[in-house]
C-alpha cells in the first residue's frame, strides 16, 4: 500500500471511533432524559432518591470530597509522625482527639531518642463508619526509623476521626517489626 493508502486507512479509524463515541454518549444522554409515559413519584414518597443526588456532578462531588478526606487523614497522619520526634511534643499532642495521645499503642515509638531520620509508607486508609465521605478511618503504616544504633522498623495503624474542620487520632497500635532476614 502507498503512503496515501496509510493515511485514509488511519484516518478510516479515527473516524469509525469518534462515531462511536458519539453514539454511546447520545445513547447515555438519551438514557438520563425521563420518560413523559412514565407515572411521576411524588414528593412526598420516602423511598424516592433526590435527582440531584444521582447525577454525575453530584457523584463527581461526593468522590471528590471522599478522596479529599483520604487525603487529609493521611496528611495528618504524616504531620504528627514529622512531629512526634521532636524535643517538643505538644505539637504532636496536639493532633490527638482532646490534646492527649494514648497511654498504650505506640509507647515504644514514644521512647526512641535521637531519631535522625523517618520514613512513613502508608496504605490506602480504610473507612470505620458507612457515610459516603468518612468521619472516622483507619490509616495502616509502615514506618523506618533511623538514629542510634540500627535502623528500627514498625508496622501498624492509626484510627482518625473529624474533629471539626481536622482529623484527630483517636487510636494507635504500632508494634516492632519482626527482624527481617
Do not use: C
Not at 118 to 124: I, K, S, T, W
Not at 134 to 161: E, F, K, M, N, S
Amino acid at each position: 500500500m502507498s503512503h496515501r493508502a496509510w493515511w485514509l486507512v488511519i484516518a478510516a479509524i479515527v473516524s469509525l471511533g469518534i462515531a462511536v463515541a458519539l453514539q454511546e454518549g447520545l445513547r447515555r444522554n438519551a438514557a438520563d432524559v425521563p420518560s413523559t409515559d412514565a407515572p411521576s413519584a411524588s414528593a412526598s414518597d420516602p423511598t424516592r432518591v433526590s435527582p440531584v443526588a444521582t447525577t454525575p456532578a453530584a457523584s463527581a462531588e461526593l468522590r471528590a470530597a471522599h478522596d479529599a478526606a483520604m487525603r487529609d487523614a493521611v496528611s495528618a497522619v504524616h504531620a504528627y509522625l514529622a512531629a512526634l520526634f521532636k524535643d517538643d511534643r505538644s505539637e504532636a499532642d496536639a493532633l490527638w482527639i482532646h490534646g492527649r495521645p494514648a497511654t498504650q499503642g505506640e509507647a515504644d515509638l514514644r521512647t526512641l531518642e535521637g531519631v535522625t531520620g523517618l520514613r512513613v509508607d502508608n496504605e490506602r486508609p480504610q473507612p470505620l463508619d458507612a457515610a459516603p465521605v468518612p468521619t472516622a478511618l483507619r490509616v495502616p503504616v509502615r514506618l523506618r526509623i533511623g538514629g542510634q544504633g540500627p535502623l528500627r522498623r514498625y508496622t501498624g495503624h492509626y484510627d482518625l476521626r473529624r474533629d471539626g474542620e481536622a482529623w484527630r487520632i483517636t487510636a494507635a497500635s504500632i508494634d516492632p517489626s519482626p527482624a527481617q532476614r
